[in-house]
């Protein structure tokens, strides 16, 4: 079994940043993708920012040149670094990757953490 755990949420004032980690455990083989979304009440889900096993990052118009996207192979960890926050950056943030444990590839969702920004 697989588990992806989030840390990092919180209430920020505009202006200010955040740093979001996750970290997956578990029957591990290898990671692929790994990314961040986000949802805010009332909104479809965003896609944030994503990166490949090669350190290939892809990013959403509204957050770039703002937020960073990282990972640490040997943590299994991706790193959601958000700067210059918005209240528009306002909502629910779930980690996920594209993990191969035993057997086929498979998507993994963190429990989300809540990112509140506000003055």
């Known amino acids: 079994q697989v588990q992806l755990v989030e840390s990092g949420g919180g209430l920020v004032q505009p202006g200010g940043s955040l740093r979001l980690s996750c970290a997956a455990s578990g029957s591990i083989f290898s990671i692929y993708t790994m990314g961040w979304f986000r949802q805010a009440p009332g909104k479809q889900r965003e896609l944030v920012a994503t990166i490949n096993s090669s350190g290939s990052t892809n990013y959403a118009d509204s957050v770039k040149g703002r937020f960073a996207i990282s990972r640490d192979k040997a943590k299994n960890a991706v790193y959601l670094q958000m700067d210059s926050l918005k209240p528009a950056d306002t909502a629910v943030y779930s980690c996920?990757?594209?993990?191969?444990?035993?057997?086929?590839?498979?998507?993994?969702w963190g429990q989300g953490t809540q990112v509140t920004v506000s003055s």
């Open positions: 996920y990757a594209a993990i191969r444990g035993r057997g086929e590839i498979n998507t993994y």
